[in-house]
């Protein structure tokens, strides 16, 4: 039984090496050796071949037959091998890859879209997945949210961020706010006491994404003594402020949302304002992907972040 010859990627490279460079010296300085470590391994090369693959001569060398055959071969596993190195240390490095972001209306409307720029600008190979989720979907209270099922990788919620599967980091505070129309009575005022909404129509969101806002409305409705009228129903912040603009109704929203309208409404403070708003950027703690590690470092060192 005829054995096979057990052939190195060493003496591929070295094969390569001294075509390409049309002799052992020139090769052996491409290797980064000596000429004599080359010459000795094309020798061991040719010993389990049991023939030459180079003519030698005082002129050089050339391959002949069998060294140009296998120099097709050699060209495409060392080149194949060369690329899968390299696509290797890039995902070690968290260079490409994927990363599916759960983001909120504030994040959105704040920090983040610095925070993606400045990591699509270091990291252009990683594709970015953007998914706009409420903090009830990405951290309800009672069950398993889209970060902890591994359906975002990483989720910017309001707080607390209770899971004990995840990790999160403090990012900011903010506060519920009043948005009127620019024409409103209340539009030139720089604060006003919660009471003073008693008679307006307050807009409320009806789906379930949007009830963190409708829960902190009513407290603090409630601590000023009265509820709104939940006479006009929102599913979403562009139809509420296309409402305010025409002054059908107000809305109280995170502050720094409401400030993003600024060219068309007023923002005004509420002094008795109750817990603010946390946000937090929050994600499985076993969820040990380069490219997410990449996108927390980014993302701790932006403003947002402190």
Known sequence: MV?????S????????????????????????TSQSAVSRTIQTLEAELGVPVFDRSARGVKPNSVGKN?????RTIVGGLDEISI?????????VGQLKIGYNEISIRTFLPKVLAKFHRQYPNVD????????????????????????????FVVGPVL???????????????????????????ESISASELKDEHILLW?????????????????????????????????SAFALVEE?????????????????????????????????????????TAPALRNFIDIVSRSDAGG
């Open 3 to 7: 054995r096979s010859p057990r052939i």
């Open 9 to 32: 990627l060493q003496q591929l490279r070295a094969l390569l090496a001294v075509y390409d460079e049309g002799g052992f010296r020139r090769a052996a300085e491409r290797l980064n």
């Open 70 to 74: 296998l120099l097709q071969y050699a």
């Open 87 to 95: 696509k290797a240390l890039s995902a070690i490095r968290g260079e």
């Open 128 to 155: 970015l997945r953007l998914i706009s989720q409420a903090t009830s979907e990405m951290i309800p209270e009672n069950t398993a949210g889209t970060i902890s099922r591994g359906e975002v990788d990483i989720g």
């Open 163 to 189: 899971d004990d599967e995840l990790e999160a980091i403090h990012l900011f505070e903010d506060h519920v706010a009043l948005a009127v129309a620019k024409t409103h009575r209340l539009a030139q005022r």
């Open 206 to 238: 009806s789906t379930e994404p949007w009830q963190i806002y409708t829960r902190r409305i009513n407290n603090i409705c409630r601590q000023a003594g009265f509820l709104p009228r939940p006479s006009i129903m929102m599913q979403d912040n562009e």
């Open 247 to 287: 002054n059908i109704g107000v809305v109280l929203i995170a502050s720094s949302v409401a400030a993003t309208y600024s060219n068309r409404v007023a923002t005004v403070a509420i002094r008795e304002n109750p817990e603010p708003f946390h946000l937090y950027a929050a994600w499985r703690k076993d969820n």
